[in-house]
């Protein structure tokens, strides 16, 4: 992973090649600056966290009947009405679960926003370390670190709970 980090600070920098691209299309005068942005980090977090959700969801459009389908295709419903009214239900569960999934994953993310968010962008996780390893303020550190966890779990649970009060046993 740290390779493909790299690799958006090289798209993303000011020099990137983003930049340079939309500057030869003449789309851009000047660089806009991408890196060290809070948009900059939720690109790479989502570069990142991708392979999570579509495993999730490939498991569950694994576990789903294509009998289902067909059922609805051949007793009348366009296409996008069967995923409305027949797909989605079936695989809402494993949407919930990779979300929920990639959510716990980027709460406590370090290296994507110290690399791509640079010194000014702010995440619990790094804050953690800085206090930790920087200012060696180790209470504080905990501190931080339990809330972030804290929040984490609280949140994980209601949502799992919710998924079960909706779905049932999943």
């Known amino acids: ?5 790299a690799g958006w600070i090289v798209l993303l920098a000011d020099k990137g ?3 340079e691209v939309l500057i030869y299309l003449g789309i851009l005068a000047s660089p806009v600056r991408i890196l060290y942005t809070g948009n900059a980090v939720a690109i790479g ?25 067909e059922a609805a295709l051949s007793l009348g419903a366009r296409p996008f009405t069967m ?10 569960p494993g949407i919930f679960s990779g ?5 716990v994953l980027a709460m406590n993310a370090y290296a994507t926003p110290v690399l791509i968010g640079g010194p000014s962008f ?20 905990a501190s931080m670190a339990f809330v972030l966890m804290g929040v984490t779990l609280v949140l994980t ?4 709970l919710a998924l079960q009060r909706r779905y049932g046993k999943v």
């Not at 992973?1 to 980090?5: K, N, V």
């Open 122 to 141: 702010h995440m619990m996780a790094p804050k953690v370390y800085e206090q930790a390893l920087k200012v060696f303020n180790w209470p504080f550190a």
């Open 45 to 69: 977090l989502i570069a990142v966290l991708l392979p999570f959700m579509i495993i999730s969801l490939q498991a569950v459009f694994d576990g789903v009947s294509e009998s289902y389908e």
């Open 1 to 5: 992973m740290p390779c493909a980090r």
């Open 17 to 19: 090649l983003i930049n």
């Open 157 to 160: 649970v209601t949502a799992s």
């Open 99 to 103: 979300c929920l999934l990639c959510f």
């Open 83 to 92: 995923f409305r009214r027949v797909l989605l239900p079936l695989i809402m």
